[in-house]
């Protein structure tokens, strides 16, 4: 009978346990954890109960209290019901601090990762050793303030240890090269010189991938196909072709288990970019964390190849109004381009960095033609078009022995706004113009005012630097944009991304120009050429579009401009005028205020009731309930009870928030 009433007592506590106890204290605990432990406890209430009875007189021996008794034994029945029913809420609360829910499933799950964590944990290693071979760990360590370490040195020794390891560090290299305007000159130089001597893969391991993204062998989509590549880089491998009708084509096929590696390096580039921040003076100045998180998407961009596609079709639009121009873009095969395989129209040459014993070859004209119309190109994405081709490097430049080149590579592409492009283009000939006023204006407009800068004082810097330009390029207008950047940094500016990217762009463009034409400036041909750009960019059909639009939206506000000054006037004669304050949510803080306050309100009287609870239970008189139970001793644990079940409902909140964290 005794068991029959435990299991029936086990089964209503958990009903009770699982359905009221969890919206009291508003915790999930976890539906198997909370049936546990609401049997283990429900199953153990009519034996602590029996006990109760014989304790306070009002059984003996175990035996059942009948109707004679039956008040009392009620009475009873239900204090010690709920103080059990207290104490599981008590138990449950503990268990989800000590092991909250889901740590089980969390580790069920940890366990099928270890495979994943045993590669990491041994790159790793192996890029710990690669750090200790190079000897960066030094410059992972606090270092005396007095002992000054060279930068150049750090770049340097940091590039190397990139070359080492591997694809996805080579390419940090080479991203962070590009950001002159946060990464000192000595990094963007040794790691400007980063490349990937990488072998390429065979052609039957990369076989299935072609025919995976094709739908069909590779002989069903082409008449021929190389097996031997063209050219084979860190991230992918470039293949001739010639498609069914007789174009000649090259298929770029991305390097298989690549993603996986990158997957494993990427972790392990934001730990050791972390790490860097919390222990190296030099990492926090130059914002180690942040280039790699953007390095990061950077990346992850590069190797959809989808995107290429999209850019590679937005740039021979842009230029396709110029066909007399010796500089080309290849066309693209959108349908037989997928996330990891890209087909364009082959460009043949040889790359400019390689072009040397070809360019001698070709007469003064030819390569001041192809200078000219490579900077018109670039100019015109830039300045006009607002897309453009970010790294215009000497090995994205094809250049053949007709005097012709074209374009490759557009995993990088920028995009620039039309208002930035009016500023870029108002800076470069300011400069060329000497006018330090225009300069400044295109300056604040690009990057804004900082709080506290001195107008004058800046007109000035901005002299200085066109005074040390006047009458010639020392260094190439790289050197200015060098200047540029390092000014914009000094002052506090911001630099947007876009800006940054087209600073780069035209930065980067003066490189392969040199190379084309030694004699080639690039603010001289700005100048040759500002009249030719600006015309094309003043187009009158969306000027009158762009107007249109400006008085559509400006009108409104006018006409309701007197009605609102109206306004403002009669709440300053009234003395009622209220100036909101920005970054302030006074609905929030009134919310703040209120629950803090009623959690006060609640502690105070938990505290209060389990105070006199106590206090009543020891005083012990009153009428007797049973022959060893008073009533005022009954009423004190009814009242100890509610201060415990409502300590219980201020502090599930904080242990909600503490897991949600």
Same mark, same amino acid.
């Given at each position: 009978?005794?068991?029959?009433?435990?299991?029936?007592?086990?089964?209503?506590?958990?009903?009770? #346990?699982?359905?009221?106890?969890?919206?009291?204290?508003?915790?999930?605990?976890?539906?198997? =954890?909370?049936?546990?432990?609401?049997?283990?406890?429900?199953?153990?209430?009519?034996?602590?109960?029996?006990?109760?009875?014989?304790?306070?007189?009002?059984?003996?021996?175990?035996?059942?209290?009948?109707?004679?008794?039956?008040?009392?034994?009620?009475?009873?029945?239900?204090?010690?019901?709920?103080?059990?029913?207290?104490?599981?809420?008590?138990?449950?609360?503990?268990?989800?601090?000590?092991?909250?829910?889901?740590?089980?499933?969390?580790?069920?799950?940890?366990?099928?990762?270890?495979?994943?964590?045993?590669?990491?944990?041994?790159?790793?290693?192996?890029?710990?050793?690669?750090?200790?071979?190079?000897?960066?760990?030094?410059?992972? =360590?606090?270092?005396?303030?007095?002992?000054?370490?060279?930068?150049?040195?750090?770049?340097?020794?940091?590039?190397?240890?990139?070359?080492?390891?591997?694809?996805?560090?080579?390419?940090?290299?080479?991203?962070?090269?590009?950001?002159?305007?946060?990464?000192?000159? %000595?990094?963007?130089?040794?790691?400007?010189?980063?490349?990937?001597?990488?072998?390429?893969?065979?052609?039957?391991?990369?076989?299935?991938?072609?025919?995976?993204?094709?739908?069909?062998?590779?002989?069903?989509?082409?008449? +021929?196909?190389?097996?031997?590549?063209?050219?084979?880089?860190?991230?992918?491998?470039?293949?001739?072709?010639?498609?069914?009708?007789?174009?000649?084509?090259?298929?770029?096929?991305?390097?298989?288990?690549?993603?996986?590696?990158?997957?494993?390096?990427?972790?392990?580039?934001?730990?050791?970019?972390?790490?860097?921040?919390?222990?190296?003076?030099?990492?926090?100045?130059?914002?180690?964390?942040?280039?790699?998180?953007?390095?990061?998407?950077?990346?992850? +961009?590069?190797?959809?190849? =989808? !995107?290429?596609?999209?850019?590679?079709?937005?740039?021979?639009?842009?230029?396709? *109004?110029? +066909?007399?121009?010796?500089?080309?873009?290849?066309?693209?095969?959108?349908?037989?381009?997928?996330?990891?395989?890209?087909?364009?129209?082959?460009?043949?040459?040889?790359?400019?960095?390689?072009? !040397?014993?070809?360019?001698?070859?070709?007469?003064?004209?030819?390569?001041?033609?192809?200078?000219?119309?490579?900077?018109?190109?670039?100019?015109?994405?830039?300045?006009?078009?607002?897309?453009?081709?970010?790294?215009?490097?000497?090995?994205?430049?094809?250049?053949?022995?007709?005097? =012709?080149?074209?374009?490759?590579?557009?995993?990088?592409?920028?995009?620039?706004?039309?208002?930035?492009?009016?500023?870029?283009?108002?800076?470069?000939?300011?400069?060329?113009?000497?006018?330090?006023?225009?300069?400044?204006?295109?300056?604040?407009?690009?990057?804004?005012?900082?709080?506290?800068?001195?107008?004058?004082?800046?007109?000035?810097?901005?002299?200085?630097?066109?005074?040390?330009?006047?009458?010639?390029?020392?260094?190439?207008?790289?050197?200015?944009?060098? %200047?540029?950047?390092?000014?914009?940094?000094?002052?506090?500016?911001?630099?947007?991304?876009?800006?940054?990217?087209?600073?780069?762009?035209?930065?980067?463009?003066?490189?392969?120009?040199?190379?084309?034409?030694?004699?080639?400036?690039?603010?001289?041909?700005?100048?040759? *050429?500002?009249?030719?750009?600006?015309?094309?960019?003043?187009?009158? *059909?969306?000027?009158?579009?762009?107007?249109?639009?400006?008085?559509?939206?400006?009108?409104?506000?006018?006409?309701?401009?007197?009605?609102?000054?109206?306004?403002?006037?009669? *709440?300053?004669?009234?003395?009622?005028?209220?100036?909101?304050?920005?970054?302030?949510?006074?609905?929030?803080?009134?919310?703040?205020?209120?629950?803090?306050?009623?959690?006060?309100?609640?502690?105070?009287?938990?505290?209060?009731?389990?105070?006199? !609870?106590?206090?009543?239970?020891?005083?012990?008189?009153?009428?007797?309930?049973?022959?060893?139970?008073?009533?005022?001793?009954?009423?004190?644990?009814?009242?100890?009870?509610?201060?415990?079940?409502?300590?219980? #409902?201020?502090?599930?909140?904080?242990?909600?928030?503490?897991?949600?964290?």
């Amino acid at each position: 009978m005794n068991i029959l009433w435990s299991i029936l007592l086990g089964l209503l506590n958990a009903v009770v #346990v699982g359905v009221l106890v969890r919206r009291t204290i508003t915790v999930g605990t976890g539906a198997l =954890r909370n049936t546990i432990v609401s049997l283990v406890i429900g199953m153990s209430l009519w034996p602590i109960t029996l006990q109760a009875f014989e304790m306070f007189g009002i059984s003996q021996d175990g035996d059942i209290p009948w109707i004679e008794m039956s008040f009392p034994a009620v009475m009873v029945f239900l204090l010690v019901f709920a103080w059990l029913v207290v104490i599981q809420m008590v138990v449950l609360l503990a268990i989800e601090i000590v092991l909250p829910s889901g740590s089980f499933s969390h580790f069920a799950r940890s366990v099928s990762r270890v495979p994943t964590w045993y590669r990491r944990v041994s790159r790793l290693s192996q890029i710990q050793r690669i750090l200790l071979k190079f000897g960066l760990s030094r410059f992972m =360590r606090p270092r005396i303030p007095t002992l000054r370490v060279s930068t150049r040195e750090i770049a340097k020794t940091t590039a190397e240890a990139f070359a080492a390891a591997g694809v996805t560090f080579v390419k940090l290299g080479q991203f962070i090269a590009t950001r002159a305007d946060i990464v000192p000159a %000595e990094f963007v130089e040794e790691f400007s010189k980063l490349q990937s001597d990488v072998p390429p893969v065979p052609f039957e391991d990369i076989r299935a991938e072609l025919e995976d993204a094709w739908g069909r062998s590779v002989t069903e989509v082409f008449a +021929e196909f190389d097996t031997v590549p063209l050219a084979a880089a860190s991230v992918a491998q470039v293949h001739r072709a010639v498609t069914l009708d007789g174009t000649e084509v090259v298929v770029k096929v991305q390097r298989p288990k690549l993603r996986k590696q990158v997957r494993a390096d990427s972790d392990i580039i934001m730990t050791l970019a972390e790490r860097l921040e919390n222990t190296a003076g030099w990492a926090r100045t130059i914002g180690v964390t942040s280039i790699a998180r953007g390095f990061l998407e950077t990346l992850g +961009e590069e190797l959809d190849y =989808r !995107g290429e596609v999209r850019h590679t079709i937005a740039l021979r639009e842009a230029t396709a *109004h110029h +066909e007399d121009s010796v500089v080309r873009i290849p066309q693209v095969y959108p349908e037989l381009s997928t996330e990891r395989v890209i087909v364009l129209e082959r460009v043949r040459g040889v790359p400019l960095a390689k072009a !040397g014993p070809l360019l001698e070859e070709l007469s003064d004209i030819a390569r001041a033609d192809i200078a000219r119309d490579l900077f018109l190109m670039v100019a015109r994405q830039v300045l006009i078009k607002g897309i453009f081709h970010s790294d215009l490097h000497a090995g994205n430049i094809m250049i053949d022995a007709s005097g =012709r080149a074209g374009l490759i590579d557009f995993g990088s592409v920028g995009r620039i706004d039309r208002r930035d492009r009016r500023d870029i283009a108002m800076l470069l000939l300011a400069f060329e113009h000497q006018n330090s006023e225009a300069a400044m204006n295109a300056v604040l407009d690009i990057f804004g005012t900082p709080v506290g800068v001195d107008l004058r004082s800046m007109q000035r810097d901005i002299g200085q630097i066109m005074l040390q330009f006047e009458g010639g390029m020392p260094g190439g207008s790289s050197a200015l944009f060098t %200047e540029l950047l390092a000014f914009v940094i000094d002052q506090g500016f911001e630099m947007p991304s876009a800006v940054a990217n087209a600073f780069r762009a035209i930065s980067t463009l003066e490189g392969s120009l040199t190379k084309l034409d030694p004699s080639s400036d690039l603010l001289v041909m700005v100048r040759e *050429h500002a009249d030719e750009l600006l015309a094309e960019s003043r187009d009158l *059909h969306e000027s009158a579009e762009n107007l249109s639009l400006y008085v559509g939206s400006t009108l409104p506000v006018l006409a309701s401009l007197p009605v609102e000054v109206s306004r403002v006037v009669k *709440h300053l004669q009234d003395g009622t005028l209220d100036i909101g304050t920005s970054g302030l949510n006074i609905d929030l803080i009134k919310t703040l205020v209120r629950s803090t306050v009623d959690q006060f309100i609640q502690v105070i009287i938990a505290t209060a009731l389990i105070l006199g !609870g106590v206090l009543m239970m020891s005083a012990n008189f009153g009428p007797p309930l049973a022959p060893e139970l008073r009533v005022f001793t009954y009423f004190g644990a009814w009242m100890l009870l509610i201060g415990f079940i409502l300590s219980a #409902v201020v502090i599930a909140p904080a242990l909600r928030e503490r897991r949600f964290r």
